[in-house]
Antibody, heavy 118, light 111 residues
Framework: EVQLVESGGGLVQPGGSLRLSCSAS????????MSWVRQAPGKGLEWVAN????????YYVDSAKGRFTISRDNAKNSVYLQMNSLRAEDTAVYYC???????????WGQGTLVTVSS | DIVMTQTPLSLSVTPGQPASISCKSS???????????LYWYLQKAGQSPQLLIY???SRFSGVSDRFSGSGSGTDFTLKISRVEAEDVGVYYC????????FGQGTKVEIK
């Protein structure tokens, strides 16, 4: 059974940093792109970043460029999102998702809440 | 960036009646490989999103055949042939051509 479990969310002050983790199981992790998608409270979905199988290609939404870094450790079946210079508008539930190809997210985690507030 | 625009933003449907959601992209979603990477996701209250339709019209595993997707280029439609109570939630289209973007979402409720 495919499972994605996010962790690392919490309350952080504006300008602070947070590292999210997503632990995967039930499939060959290194064979898939992985993505992070977020959802601000009461708002819609926003794709944030994705990373190719070996981590040699990464893409970001404009609002995340220069502040967020996606990475993966295939030996640990995990994908990460390092978030720096956090802003109030980064407050959201962050989901990791398995990306079959070109945004086909067939499995999602349960999400982890990030709150940026003083 | 590719902008995805959904209409309507909310829909109230009588059980057993059909429903239709439109999604328009700001540019053609036809990839050079000949495929069109347009997806439909449903997010039920308190849950993570779930994949319904991929590549415009292919139903994901386990998705009811009451759901169908159609369209090409920049215009796409999700249809529910007979709405049931379990279909309530927010439906999102999403493009996978370049730096994936979602539509605003369409909230479907039962009358």
């Amino acid at each position: 059974e495919v499972q994605l479990v996010e962790s690392g969310g919490g309350l952080v002050q504006p300008g602070g940093s947070l590292r999210l983790s997503c632990s995967a199981s039930g499939f060959t992790f290194s064979a898939y792109w992985m993505s992070w998608v977020r959802q601000a409270p009461g708002k819609g979905l926003e794709w944030v970043a994705n990373i190719k199988y070996l981590g040699d290609e990464k893409y970001y939404v404009d609002s995340a460029k220069g502040r967020f870094t996606i990475s993966r450790d295939n030996a640990k079946n995990s994908v990460y999102l390092q978030m720096n210079s956090l802003r109030a508008e980064d407050t959201a539930v962050y989901y990791c998702a398995r990306d079959v190809k070109f945004g086909e997210f067939d499995y999602w985690g349960q999400g982890t809440l990030v709150t940026v507030s003083s | 960036d590719i902008v995805m625009t959904q209409t309507p933003l909310s829909l109230s449907v009588t059980p057993g009646q059909p429903a239709s959601i439109s999604c328009k992209s700001s540019q053609s979603l036809l990839h050079s490989d000949g495929k069109t990477y347009l997806y439909w996701y449903l997010q039920k209250a308190g849950q993570s999103p779930q994949l319904l339709i991929y590549e415009v019209s292919s139903r994901f595993s386990g998705v009811s055949d009451r759901f169908s997707g159609s369209g090409s280029g920049t215009d796409f439609t999700l249809k529910i042939s007979r709405v049931e109570a379990e279909d309530v939630g927010v439906y999102y289209c999403m493009q996978g051509l370049h730096l994936w973007t979602f539509g605003q979402g369409t909230k479907v409720e039962i009358k």
